[in-house]
Protein backbone atom coordinates (compact mmCIF):
# COMPACT_ATOMS: atom_id res chain seq x y z
CA UNK A 1 0.00 0.00 0.00
CA UNK A 2 1.59 3.64 -0.76
CA UNK A 3 2.43 5.54 1.93
CA UNK A 4 2.63 2.43 4.35
CA UNK A 5 5.42 0.18 6.16
CA UNK A 6 4.79 -3.05 7.89
CA UNK A 7 6.28 -2.50 10.75
CA UNK A 8 3.89 -0.47 13.71
CA UNK A 9 5.68 2.94 14.44
CA UNK A 10 7.35 3.70 18.04
CA UNK A 11 5.67 7.10 18.15
CA UNK A 12 2.44 7.99 20.67
CA UNK A 13 -0.81 8.80 19.18
CA UNK A 14 -0.53 12.52 19.57
CA UNK A 15 -3.14 13.53 17.36
CA UNK A 16 -6.44 11.81 16.43
CA UNK A 17 -6.62 13.48 12.93
CA UNK A 18 -4.15 16.14 11.00
CA UNK A 19 -5.69 17.98 8.29
CA UNK A 20 -3.10 19.22 5.75
CA UNK A 21 -4.49 21.99 4.29
CA UNK A 22 -5.99 25.39 5.08
CA UNK A 23 -8.44 26.49 2.50
CA UNK A 24 -12.04 26.31 2.65
CA UNK A 25 -12.06 22.30 2.28
CA UNK A 26 -9.89 21.59 5.42
CA UNK A 27 -11.35 24.46 7.23
CA UNK A 28 -14.83 23.42 7.06
CA UNK A 29 -13.55 19.74 7.52
CA UNK A 30 -11.31 20.76 10.47
CA UNK A 31 -13.93 22.66 12.50
CA UNK A 32 -16.67 19.68 11.77
CA UNK A 33 -13.99 17.43 13.67
CA UNK A 34 -13.75 19.90 16.47
CA UNK A 35 -17.51 20.43 16.72
CA UNK A 36 -18.06 16.91 16.72
CA UNK A 37 -15.20 16.45 19.86
CA UNK A 38 -12.14 15.54 18.04
CA UNK A 39 -8.76 17.08 18.82
CA UNK A 40 -7.79 18.36 15.37
CA UNK A 41 -4.41 19.63 14.17
CA UNK A 42 -4.21 21.73 10.61
CA UNK A 43 -0.79 22.33 9.46
CA UNK A 44 -0.39 24.92 6.40
CA UNK A 45 2.23 25.29 4.34
CA UNK A 46 1.58 29.18 4.04
CA UNK A 47 2.22 31.93 6.28
CA UNK A 48 -0.99 33.03 8.70
CA UNK A 49 -2.61 35.44 6.04
CA UNK A 50 -6.04 34.82 4.60
CA UNK A 51 -4.63 35.82 0.95
CA UNK A 52 -7.56 38.03 -0.92
CA UNK A 53 -6.15 37.04 -4.14
CA UNK A 54 -8.32 33.38 -4.59
CA UNK A 55 -9.85 31.91 -7.61
CA UNK A 56 -13.02 31.24 -6.27
CA UNK A 57 -15.68 33.28 -5.78
CA UNK A 58 -19.47 31.70 -6.17
CA UNK A 59 -20.96 29.70 -3.67
CA UNK A 60 -23.98 27.34 -4.89
CA UNK A 61 -27.17 26.24 -3.44
CA UNK A 62 -26.08 22.76 -1.90
CA UNK A 63 -22.93 24.34 -0.27
CA UNK A 64 -25.24 27.14 0.92
CA UNK A 65 -27.35 24.45 2.55
CA UNK A 66 -24.42 22.38 4.40
CA UNK A 67 -23.36 25.61 5.74
CA UNK A 68 -26.64 26.15 7.00
CA UNK A 69 -26.55 23.16 8.88
CA UNK A 70 -23.93 24.35 11.07
CA UNK A 71 -24.45 27.33 13.65
CA UNK A 72 -22.19 30.33 12.92
CA UNK A 73 -19.08 31.47 15.41
CA UNK A 74 -20.48 33.32 18.61
CA UNK A 75 -17.16 35.38 18.44
CA UNK A 76 -17.83 38.47 15.76
CA UNK A 77 -14.89 39.37 13.30
CA UNK A 78 -14.71 42.79 14.57
CA UNK A 79 -14.34 41.88 18.18
CA UNK A 80 -17.80 43.13 18.79
CA UNK A 81 -20.36 42.13 21.22
CA UNK A 82 -20.89 38.00 20.91
CA UNK A 83 -24.50 37.46 18.68
CA UNK A 84 -25.99 34.47 20.03
CA UNK A 85 -25.82 31.28 17.47
CA UNK A 86 -28.79 29.85 18.02
CA UNK A 87 -30.61 31.85 15.29
CA UNK A 88 -27.58 32.39 12.96
CA UNK A 89 -25.68 29.83 10.70
CA UNK A 90 -22.80 30.07 8.63
CA UNK A 91 -24.85 30.08 5.75
CA UNK A 92 -26.74 33.28 7.10
CA UNK A 93 -23.10 34.84 7.91
CA UNK A 94 -21.63 34.41 4.96
CA UNK A 95 -24.81 35.97 2.69
CA UNK A 96 -23.76 38.96 4.54
CA UNK A 97 -20.76 39.15 2.88
CA UNK A 98 -22.05 39.35 -0.89
CA UNK A 99 -24.36 39.57 -3.36
CA UNK A 100 -26.50 36.97 -5.13
CA UNK A 101 -27.98 36.29 -8.89
CA UNK A 102 -31.05 34.18 -9.83
CA UNK A 103 -29.46 33.35 -13.26
CA UNK A 104 -26.92 32.01 -14.46
CA UNK A 105 -26.27 32.69 -18.41
CA UNK A 106 -23.96 29.91 -20.09
CA UNK A 107 -22.90 30.57 -24.09
CA UNK A 108 -24.63 33.54 -25.69
CA UNK A 109 -28.23 32.06 -26.10
CA UNK A 110 -28.95 29.86 -22.41
CA UNK A 111 -29.77 31.06 -19.93
CA UNK A 112 -30.82 29.02 -16.61
CA UNK A 113 -33.09 30.21 -13.37
CA UNK A 114 -31.66 29.51 -10.70
CA UNK A 115 -34.63 31.26 -8.90
CA UNK A 116 -36.48 27.82 -9.45
CA UNK A 117 -33.90 25.45 -7.79
CA UNK A 118 -35.96 23.81 -5.05
CA UNK A 119 -33.80 25.19 -2.22
CA UNK A 120 -34.28 27.87 0.64
CA UNK A 121 -31.16 29.26 -1.44
CA UNK A 122 -32.20 29.63 -5.37
CA UNK A 123 -29.77 31.67 -6.26
CA UNK A 124 -25.67 31.49 -6.44
CA UNK A 125 -24.22 33.56 -3.46
CA UNK A 126 -20.90 35.73 -5.37
CA UNK A 127 -18.74 36.34 -2.59
CA UNK A 128 -14.59 35.83 -2.74
CA UNK A 129 -13.25 32.77 -2.10
CA UNK A 130 -11.20 34.91 1.02
CA UNK A 131 -14.63 35.43 2.69
CA UNK A 132 -15.38 31.77 2.54
CA UNK A 133 -11.91 30.96 4.73
CA UNK A 134 -12.34 34.06 7.31
CA UNK A 135 -15.22 32.72 7.71
CA UNK A 136 -14.32 28.77 8.32
CA UNK A 137 -11.47 29.91 10.04
CA UNK A 138 -13.33 31.82 12.86
CA UNK A 139 -15.23 28.93 13.49
CA UNK A 140 -12.66 26.53 13.83
CA UNK A 141 -10.68 28.55 16.27
CA UNK A 142 -13.33 28.89 18.40
CA UNK A 143 -14.20 25.20 18.43
CA UNK A 144 -10.49 24.88 19.53
CA UNK A 145 -8.41 23.69 16.56
CA UNK A 146 -4.54 23.98 16.17
CA UNK A 147 -3.16 26.02 13.90
CA UNK A 148 0.25 25.27 12.68
CA UNK A 149 1.37 27.96 10.13
CA UNK A 150 4.89 28.08 7.77
CA UNK A 151 4.50 23.89 8.18
CA UNK A 152 5.21 21.43 5.22
CA UNK A 153 4.85 18.19 4.96
CA UNK A 154 7.50 16.52 3.67
CA UNK A 155 7.11 12.56 4.43
CA UNK A 156 4.06 10.29 5.21
CA UNK A 157 4.39 6.63 6.31
CA UNK A 158 1.59 4.77 8.00
CA UNK A 159 0.16 1.34 9.84
CA UNK A 160 -2.68 -0.15 11.01
CA UNK A 161 -2.60 2.10 13.91
CA UNK A 162 -1.48 5.81 12.88
CA UNK A 163 -0.03 7.62 10.51
CA UNK A 164 3.65 9.25 10.93
CA UNK A 165 3.43 12.87 9.42
CA UNK A 166 6.86 14.72 8.90
CA UNK A 167 6.12 18.34 9.32
CA UNK A 168 9.05 20.71 8.44
CA UNK A 169 8.22 23.85 10.69
CA UNK A 170 9.42 27.49 10.46
CA UNK A 171 12.09 27.04 11.72
CA UNK A 172 13.33 24.25 9.68
CA UNK A 173 13.19 21.75 11.88
CA UNK A 174 11.28 18.38 10.79
CA UNK A 175 9.06 16.55 13.43
CA UNK A 176 6.98 13.18 13.33
CA UNK A 177 3.79 13.57 14.39
CA UNK A 178 1.77 10.69 15.07
CA UNK A 179 -2.32 10.45 14.18
CA UNK A 180 -4.81 8.66 14.02
CA UNK A 181 -5.83 9.92 10.55
CA UNK A 182 -4.68 12.18 8.15
CA UNK A 183 -6.46 14.25 5.72
CA UNK A 184 -4.70 16.19 2.63
CA UNK A 185 -7.10 19.21 1.93
CA UNK A 186 -3.65 20.56 0.72
CA UNK A 187 -4.21 21.36 -3.14
CA UNK A 188 -3.99 20.43 -6.61
CA UNK A 189 -0.24 19.91 -5.77
CA UNK A 190 -0.87 18.26 -2.58
CA UNK A 191 2.15 17.15 -0.65
CA UNK A 192 0.10 14.65 0.60
CA UNK A 193 -1.16 12.94 -2.52
CA UNK A 194 2.46 12.94 -3.38
CA UNK A 195 3.81 10.89 -0.55
CA UNK A 196 1.41 8.62 -1.08
CA UNK A 197 2.40 7.79 -4.45
CA UNK A 198 -0.76 8.56 -6.32
CA UNK A 199 -1.12 9.14 -9.66
CA UNK A 200 -3.44 12.15 -10.87
CA UNK A 201 -4.62 11.58 -14.25
CA UNK A 202 -6.27 14.00 -16.58
CA UNK A 203 -5.61 17.12 -18.91
CA UNK A 204 -4.50 20.83 -19.21
CA UNK A 205 -8.01 21.79 -20.32
CA UNK A 206 -7.53 25.36 -20.97
CA UNK A 207 -3.78 26.23 -21.42
CA UNK A 208 -3.52 29.86 -20.56
CA UNK A 209 -5.99 31.87 -18.65
CA UNK A 210 -5.73 35.25 -16.64
CA UNK A 211 -6.96 36.41 -13.02
CA UNK A 212 -7.09 39.92 -11.91
CA UNK A 213 -8.56 41.83 -9.23
CA UNK A 214 -9.43 45.57 -10.54
CA UNK A 215 -11.84 48.87 -9.92
CA UNK A 216 -14.32 49.89 -12.50
CA UNK A 217 -14.59 53.41 -13.72
CA UNK A 218 -18.74 52.01 -15.08
CA UNK A 219 -20.53 49.97 -13.22
CA UNK A 220 -21.78 46.90 -15.01
CA UNK A 221 -25.50 45.93 -14.98
CA UNK A 222 -25.54 42.45 -13.17
CA UNK A 223 -23.13 41.40 -10.47
CA UNK A 224 -22.04 38.60 -12.81
CA UNK A 225 -21.14 39.48 -16.58
CA UNK A 226 -20.29 36.49 -19.06
CA UNK A 227 -19.90 36.61 -22.35
CA UNK A 228 -17.58 35.43 -25.23
CA UNK A 229 -16.35 35.78 -28.97
CA UNK A 230 -14.93 34.33 -31.42
CA UNK A 231 -11.58 33.66 -29.53
CA UNK A 232 -11.86 36.00 -26.68
CA UNK A 233 -13.99 35.49 -23.64
CA UNK A 234 -14.52 37.17 -20.34
CA UNK A 235 -15.99 36.88 -16.68
CA UNK A 236 -16.14 40.31 -14.83
CA UNK A 237 -17.98 39.23 -11.07
CA UNK A 238 -18.48 42.47 -8.08
CA UNK A 239 -16.84 41.26 -4.91
CA UNK A 240 -19.41 44.30 -3.40
CA UNK A 241 -16.87 46.23 -1.92
CA UNK A 242 -16.04 48.13 -5.14
CA UNK A 243 -13.38 45.43 -6.60
CA UNK A 244 -14.08 43.70 -9.00
CA UNK A 245 -13.25 39.71 -10.47
CA UNK A 246 -12.17 39.46 -13.76
CA UNK A 247 -11.40 36.19 -15.48
CA UNK A 248 -10.81 35.21 -19.04
CA UNK A 249 -8.60 34.26 -21.70
CA UNK A 250 -7.67 34.76 -25.66
CA UNK A 251 -7.31 32.36 -28.24
CA UNK A 252 -4.89 34.09 -29.84
CA UNK A 253 -2.10 34.64 -27.11
CA UNK A 254 -1.92 31.22 -25.00
CA UNK A 255 1.70 31.47 -23.22
CA UNK A 256 2.66 29.66 -19.90
CA UNK A 257 1.79 30.53 -16.03
CA UNK A 258 4.85 32.72 -15.86
CA UNK A 259 4.81 35.21 -19.09
CA UNK A 260 4.58 38.89 -18.03
CA UNK A 261 1.01 40.34 -17.99
CA UNK A 262 -0.17 43.74 -17.60
CA UNK A 263 -3.92 45.56 -17.16
CA UNK A 264 -3.78 46.86 -21.02
CA UNK A 265 -3.89 43.31 -22.36
CA UNK A 266 -6.84 42.03 -19.60
CA UNK A 267 -8.67 45.19 -20.85
CA UNK A 268 -7.98 44.61 -24.69
CA UNK A 269 -9.64 41.00 -24.08
CA UNK A 270 -12.24 41.82 -21.81
CA UNK A 271 -13.52 44.79 -24.63
CA UNK A 272 -13.47 41.74 -27.46
CA UNK A 273 -15.64 40.12 -25.46
CA UNK A 274 -17.77 41.66 -23.67
CA UNK A 275 -17.67 45.04 -25.88
CA UNK A 276 -15.92 47.28 -23.52
CA UNK A 277 -13.81 47.43 -20.28
CA UNK A 278 -16.01 49.39 -17.94
CA UNK A 279 -12.97 51.64 -17.81
CA UNK A 280 -10.63 49.09 -15.64
CA UNK A 281 -8.01 50.18 -13.51
CA UNK A 282 -6.06 50.48 -10.48
CA UNK A 283 -5.27 46.29 -10.78
CA UNK A 284 -4.60 45.44 -7.24
CA UNK A 285 -3.17 41.79 -8.66
CA UNK A 286 -2.85 39.89 -12.01
CA UNK A 287 -1.78 35.93 -12.68
CA UNK A 288 -2.20 33.42 -15.15
CA UNK A 289 -2.98 29.76 -14.51
CA UNK A 290 -4.05 27.01 -16.99
CA UNK A 291 -6.91 24.85 -15.74
CA UNK A 292 -6.42 21.29 -15.49
CA UNK A 293 -9.15 18.78 -14.85
CA UNK A 294 -7.55 15.42 -12.74
CA UNK A 295 -9.25 12.82 -10.44
CA UNK A 296 -7.21 10.72 -8.43
CA UNK A 297 -8.36 7.28 -8.46
CA UNK A 298 -8.54 6.84 -5.01
CA UNK A 299 -9.74 9.13 -1.82
CA UNK A 300 -8.84 6.70 0.75
CA UNK A 301 -5.66 5.03 1.39
CA UNK A 302 -5.70 3.25 4.67
CA UNK A 303 -6.12 6.22 7.56
CA UNK A 304 -5.22 8.70 4.69
CA UNK A 305 -7.55 10.92 3.03
CA UNK A 306 -7.91 13.44 0.21
CA UNK A 307 -10.37 16.15 -0.46
CA UNK A 308 -10.96 19.18 -2.64
CA UNK A 309 -8.34 20.10 -5.26
CA UNK A 310 -5.93 16.99 -3.39
CA UNK A 311 -8.59 14.93 -5.03
CA UNK A 312 -9.83 16.66 -7.89
CA UNK A 313 -8.98 19.47 -9.96
CA UNK A 314 -12.17 21.00 -13.14
CA UNK A 315 -12.04 23.30 -15.09
CA UNK A 316 -13.96 26.92 -14.04
CA UNK A 317 -17.26 25.95 -15.58
CA UNK A 318 -20.06 26.65 -13.63
CA UNK A 319 -17.84 27.46 -10.57
CA UNK A 320 -18.65 24.22 -9.07
CA UNK A 321 -14.40 23.62 -7.90
CA UNK A 322 -14.51 25.38 -4.20
CA UNK A 323 -18.21 24.13 -4.20
CA UNK A 324 -17.41 20.49 -4.13
CA UNK A 325 -14.62 20.25 -1.82
CA UNK A 326 -16.50 21.75 0.77
CA UNK A 327 -19.14 19.11 0.46
CA UNK A 328 -16.42 16.38 0.19
CA UNK A 329 -15.60 18.06 3.88
CA UNK A 330 -18.97 17.41 4.91
CA UNK A 331 -19.20 13.92 3.41
CA UNK A 332 -16.34 13.10 5.90
CA UNK A 333 -16.29 14.93 8.61
CA UNK A 334 -19.02 12.97 10.59
CA UNK A 335 -17.85 9.33 9.49
CA UNK A 336 -14.23 10.58 10.11
CA UNK A 337 -15.38 12.05 13.97
CA UNK A 338 -17.68 8.90 14.67
CA UNK A 339 -14.66 6.50 13.78
CA UNK A 340 -12.19 8.27 15.62
CA UNK A 341 -14.54 8.17 18.80
CA UNK A 342 -15.24 4.29 17.99
CA UNK A 343 -19.08 4.28 17.46
CA UNK A 344 -19.46 2.44 14.28
CA UNK A 345 -16.94 0.32 12.65
CA UNK A 346 -14.79 1.49 10.35
CA UNK A 347 -15.88 0.24 7.46
CA UNK A 348 -18.40 3.42 7.43
CA UNK A 349 -15.57 5.34 5.98
CA UNK A 350 -15.23 3.42 2.69
CA UNK A 351 -18.40 4.79 1.58
CA UNK A 352 -16.47 8.52 1.58
CA UNK A 353 -14.77 6.70 -1.86
CA UNK A 354 -17.92 5.32 -3.00
CA UNK A 355 -20.05 8.33 -2.61
CA UNK A 356 -17.86 11.34 -3.84
CA UNK A 357 -15.76 9.89 -5.87
CA UNK A 358 -18.49 9.66 -8.61
CA UNK A 359 -19.59 13.13 -7.73
CA UNK A 360 -16.10 14.34 -8.61
CA UNK A 361 -16.13 12.34 -11.84
CA UNK A 362 -19.14 13.55 -12.82
CA UNK A 363 -18.51 17.32 -12.27
CA UNK A 364 -15.61 16.50 -14.03
CA UNK A 365 -17.42 15.76 -17.32
CA UNK A 366 -20.46 18.84 -16.75
CA UNK A 367 -17.85 21.33 -16.32
CA UNK A 368 -15.03 20.34 -19.03
CA UNK A 369 -17.91 19.81 -21.65
CA UNK A 370 -19.13 23.49 -20.46
CA UNK A 371 -15.57 24.82 -21.40
CA UNK A 372 -15.25 22.89 -24.63
CA UNK A 373 -18.72 23.69 -25.97
CA UNK A 374 -17.79 27.67 -24.85
CA UNK A 375 -14.61 27.41 -26.89
CA UNK A 376 -16.03 25.87 -29.92
CA UNK A 377 -13.87 26.72 -33.10
CA UNK A 378 -15.10 24.14 -35.82
CA UNK A 379 -18.24 24.80 -37.49
CA UNK A 380 -19.28 21.13 -36.10
CA UNK A 381 -18.79 21.98 -31.97
CA UNK A 382 -20.49 25.33 -32.83
CA UNK A 383 -23.72 23.83 -34.05
CA UNK A 384 -23.78 21.22 -31.51
CA UNK A 385 -23.13 24.43 -28.92
CA UNK A 386 -26.04 26.22 -30.50
CA UNK A 387 -28.41 22.96 -30.09
CA UNK A 388 -27.60 22.38 -27.02
CA UNK A 389 -28.43 25.69 -25.70
CA UNK A 390 -31.73 25.74 -27.93
CA UNK A 391 -32.53 22.18 -25.63
CA UNK A 392 -31.73 23.10 -22.77
CA UNK A 393 -33.49 26.30 -23.01
CA UNK A 394 -36.55 24.85 -24.33
CA UNK A 395 -36.85 21.37 -22.35
CA UNK A 396 -37.76 22.02 -18.85
CA UNK A 397 -36.38 18.53 -17.56
CA UNK A 398 -33.20 19.51 -19.46
CA UNK A 399 -33.47 22.38 -17.50
CA UNK A 400 -33.83 20.91 -14.05
CA UNK A 401 -31.15 18.80 -14.68
CA UNK A 402 -28.66 21.14 -15.36
CA UNK A 403 -29.67 23.23 -12.70
CA UNK A 404 -29.27 20.29 -10.18
CA UNK A 405 -26.23 19.52 -11.51
CA UNK A 406 -24.41 23.00 -11.80
CA UNK A 407 -26.01 23.67 -7.61
CA UNK A 408 -25.42 20.66 -6.55
CA UNK A 409 -28.78 19.65 -5.27
CA UNK A 410 -28.91 16.91 -7.57
CA UNK A 411 -26.38 14.41 -6.91
CA UNK A 412 -27.60 11.61 -4.62
CA UNK A 413 -25.54 8.74 -3.20
CA UNK A 414 -26.01 5.13 -3.76
CA UNK A 415 -27.84 2.81 -1.88
CA UNK A 416 -28.14 -0.65 -0.95
CA UNK A 417 -30.15 -3.13 -2.73
CA UNK A 418 -34.14 -2.73 -1.57
CA UNK A 419 -33.11 -0.04 0.38
CA UNK A 420 -36.26 2.79 0.19
CA UNK A 421 -36.29 5.09 -2.63
CA UNK A 422 -35.50 8.04 -0.35
CA UNK A 423 -32.03 6.44 0.77
CA UNK A 424 -29.27 8.19 -0.44
CA UNK A 425 -30.91 11.28 -1.41
CA UNK A 426 -30.26 15.02 -0.51
CA UNK A 427 -33.46 16.25 2.11
CA UNK A 428 -34.36 19.81 1.34
CA UNK A 429 -35.07 21.77 4.00
CA UNK A 430 -38.57 20.35 5.02
CA UNK A 431 -40.98 21.92 8.03
CA UNK A 432 -41.18 20.07 11.00
CA UNK A 433 -42.67 20.80 14.10
CA UNK A 434 -40.21 22.38 16.15
CA UNK A 435 -38.93 24.50 12.59
CA UNK A 436 -36.80 23.46 9.94
CA UNK A 437 -34.69 20.56 9.51
CA UNK A 438 -31.74 22.37 8.62
CA UNK A 439 -31.69 24.06 12.07
CA UNK A 440 -32.35 20.59 13.45
CA UNK A 441 -28.85 19.45 11.65
CA UNK A 442 -27.18 22.20 13.80
CA UNK A 443 -26.29 20.14 16.45
CA UNK A 444 -24.17 17.89 14.33
CA UNK A 445 -26.47 14.90 15.13
CA UNK A 446 -29.03 12.41 12.59
CA UNK A 447 -32.49 13.56 12.93
CA UNK A 448 -34.86 11.16 13.14
CA UNK A 449 -38.62 12.27 11.46
CA UNK A 450 -41.43 10.68 12.17
CA UNK A 451 -45.01 11.39 11.76
CA UNK A 452 -46.41 13.40 13.66
CA UNK A 453 -49.22 11.57 15.40
CA UNK A 454 -46.72 8.25 16.33
CA UNK A 455 -45.03 7.98 19.43
CA UNK A 456 -42.40 9.52 20.20
CA UNK A 457 -39.49 7.56 20.11
CA UNK A 458 -37.24 7.62 23.28
CA UNK A 459 -33.47 8.13 22.99
CA UNK A 460 -31.64 5.29 25.40
CA UNK A 461 -28.06 4.83 26.42
CA UNK A 462 -25.22 6.22 24.12
CA UNK A 463 -27.54 7.26 21.25
CA UNK A 464 -29.24 9.78 23.11
CA UNK A 465 -26.50 12.56 22.48
CA UNK A 466 -25.99 11.67 18.66
CA UNK A 467 -30.02 11.74 17.36
CA UNK A 468 -31.82 14.58 17.24
CA UNK A 469 -36.32 13.11 17.43
CA UNK A 470 -38.65 15.41 15.16
CA UNK A 471 -41.66 15.16 13.86
CA UNK A 472 -43.13 16.06 10.58
CA UNK A 473 -45.03 19.69 10.54
CA UNK A 474 -47.59 17.83 8.22
CA UNK A 475 -49.26 14.74 7.67
CA UNK A 476 -46.34 12.63 5.67
CA UNK A 477 -46.35 9.22 7.05
CA UNK A 478 -42.77 7.94 5.73
CA UNK A 479 -40.36 7.78 9.08
CA UNK A 480 -36.63 8.92 7.64
CA UNK A 481 -33.02 8.87 9.30
CA UNK A 482 -31.20 11.84 8.61
CA UNK A 483 -27.40 11.38 8.24
CA UNK A 484 -25.36 14.76 9.78
CA UNK A 485 -24.51 15.60 6.02
CA UNK A 486 -28.05 16.05 5.01
CA UNK A 487 -28.84 12.83 3.43
CA UNK A 488 -31.36 10.43 3.64
CA UNK A 489 -29.75 6.98 6.02
CA UNK A 490 -32.67 5.34 5.72
CA UNK A 491 -36.39 5.61 5.33
CA UNK A 492 -39.66 3.43 5.97
CA UNK A 493 -43.46 3.47 5.24
CA UNK A 494 -44.98 2.73 8.48
CA UNK A 495 -42.28 1.89 10.57
CA UNK A 496 -42.63 0.50 14.28
CA UNK A 497 -40.06 0.66 17.26
CA UNK A 498 -38.26 -2.53 16.39
CA UNK A 499 -37.60 -1.30 12.31
CA UNK A 500 -36.61 2.63 13.82
CA UNK A 501 -34.57 0.43 16.67
CA UNK A 502 -32.55 -1.21 14.29
CA UNK A 503 -32.10 1.25 11.80
CA UNK A 504 -30.67 3.38 14.76
CA UNK A 505 -28.07 0.31 15.75
CA UNK A 506 -27.24 0.18 12.09
CA UNK A 507 -26.23 3.60 11.33
CA UNK A 508 -25.27 4.90 14.97
CA UNK A 509 -24.18 1.56 16.39
CA UNK A 510 -24.60 0.95 19.86
Not at 144 to 157: A, D, I, K, Q, T
Not at 364 to 369: I, K, M, N, T, Y
Not at 450 to 456: E, H, I, L, N
Request: hydrophobic share 40%; proline share 6%; no cysteine.
Amino acid sequence: MPGTHSAPSTHPVTHPVIVVGSGPTGLLLAGDLAAAGVSVTLVEKRPHEISNLSRAFGVHARTLEQLDARPAPTAPLDGGVAHAPVSRSLADELLATGDTITELRLFRRLSLDLGTLPSRFPFLLITPQYEVERLLERRARELGVEFLFESEVVGLRQDGAGVDLDVRGPDGAVVTRRAAYVVGTDGHRSAVRQALGLPFPGVSVIKSLFLADVRLAEEPESVLTVNGADDAFAMIASFGDGWYRVMGWNRRHEVPDDAPIDLDEIREVTRRALGTDYGMHDARWLSRFHSDERQVPEYRVGRVFLAGDAAHVHSPAGGQGMNTGLQDAANLGWKLAAAVQGRVPEGLLDSYQAERHPVGKAVLRSSGGLVRLARAQSPALRAVRALVSAFVGAARPAQRAALAQVSGIGFRYPAPRGAHRLTGTRVPDVALEGGRLYEALRGGRFVLITPKDSDPYENEGSRKERVTVERWAGDRRTTVLVRPDGYVAWAAEAADAAAVEAALAAHLGG
